[in-house]
């Protein structure tokens, strides 16, 4: 069954789009629109595209199933409503919307209409976090009681509408929406009692250009989540901790390791010697007490979120990605924005 789908804005993310769908056998793009005259002529010039004379016109066209949304943040409301109750199912870029009310009012236009509506969060299928999955999955650190997870960079917040308030920008909604999503599959049955956020400004006193944020959950174990763009050392892209070993992944490319306890007692710890004194509590083990493996590393195909779509479209499939996970990520983000303002630990169950 072929699919025919059209596009409400075509910056960069919206390229990135056309090129993975050229690869997609069974989905084709029927036409985009775009505000700015420039895109539509280069949608039209580069890539031979039909451009369509208006958005009421994209969502009036008769051959098209699928609409996908990549706007600034603030559009993506009222452009999903209006094509679902166009008749159209709906993709819409991260993050979703802009609060957990217009996400409540998206879902009751999915309702009220028949329309599938989903987000891309297209993450779920980096293979740093696969292989963290992985690792918790398969026990590999034993009882688990701590979790980091973070990216840096150092060019500060990208010079176009995520700079802007209202405009959805900012970091949590731009790149927090991506690690909190991550950390909620891995405890998604897990409720969190707290939270406590901090936003930085370092470049850009509108919105958030860095943040951090410590989650507590109900079984004991905490997660910190960090977002910088002004680090010009970058941390692990992961650190995880169980009670009998520790992974790290360095990076997007999966450097990194597993170090486990071997089981051999240590009795006899020879100090440190450091410039102020002894210490055998912080000395390094024993070769013979540890163990080191290489991470088990996940292969995956982004293409499958699209692949997923279409068959939910032809009842074939249930949705990997479900609103309700959706709709707990935008709480835990509001969280931790109302924590940033108050200095205040959020508790309350998300």
């Not at 008769?62 to 008749?87: F, Q, R, S, Y």
């Not at 710890?269 to 024993?286: D, N, Q, S, Y």
């Not at 982004?302 to 068959?311: I, Q, S």
Request: proline share 3%; charged share 30%.
């Amino acid at each position: 069954m072929n699919h025919k789908m059209a596009i409400v804005g075509f910056g960069g993310m919206a390229g990135w789009h056309y090129d993975e769908i050229q690869t997609i056998e069974g989905l084709e793009i029927a036409g985009i629109w775009d505000i700015r005259e420039e895109r539509r002529d280069y949608a039209a010039r580069e890539k031979g595209l039909h451009v369509y004379g208006s958005l009421e016109d994209l969502l009036a066209d008769p051959e098209t199933d699928l609409v996908l949304i990549a706007t600034p943040n603030d559009v993506h409301k009222p452009v999903a409503v209006a094509a679902m109750e166009a008749g159209k199912n709906v993709i819409s870029e991260k993050p979703i919307t802009l609060s957990s009310a217009d996400l409540q009012e998206m879902i009751d236009a999915s309702e009220r209409t028949g329309r599938f509506l989903t987000v891309h969060q297209n993450r779920r299928w980096d293979e740093d976090y696969l292989t963290v999955k992985k690792i918790l999955e398969e026990g590999k650190l034993g009882e688990l009681f701590r979790i980091e997870s973070r990216v840096h960079g150092s060019r500060g917040i990208p010079g176009d509408w995520r700079q802007e308030k209202e405009h959805g920008g900012g970091m949590i909604l731009d790149w927090g929406v991506h690690l909190l999503d991550q950390l909620l599959q891995m405890f998604a049955h897990v409720p969190i009692k707290s939270v406590y956020g901090v936003e930085t400004h370092v470049t850009n006193q509108l919105v958030d250009d860095g943040f951090y944020t410590e989650i507590a959950f109900e079984n004991g174990v905490t997660a910190l989540v960090e977002v910088g763009t002004s680090n010009f050392v970058s941390l692990p892209r992961w650190y995880v901790m169980g009670a009998d070993g520790t992974a790290v992944i360095e990076d997007w490319a999966l450097n990194g390791k597993i170090v486990r306890a071997s089981g051999v007692d240590e009795k006899d710890v020879a100090p440190v010697i450091t410039a102020a004194g002894l210490t055998k509590t912080m000395a390094p083990r024993r070769d013979d007490s540890i163990f080191t493996e290489e991470l088990p590393k996940v292969e995956s195909d982004v293409r499958d979120f699209y692949y997923n779509v279409m068959a939910v479209l032809e009842g074939r499939e249930e949705s990997l990605i479900r609103l309700p996970e959706v709709m707990r990520v935008m709480k835990l983000m509001e969280a931790i924005h109302r924590s940033a303002e108050t200095g205040e630990v959020v508790k309350e169950a998300i």
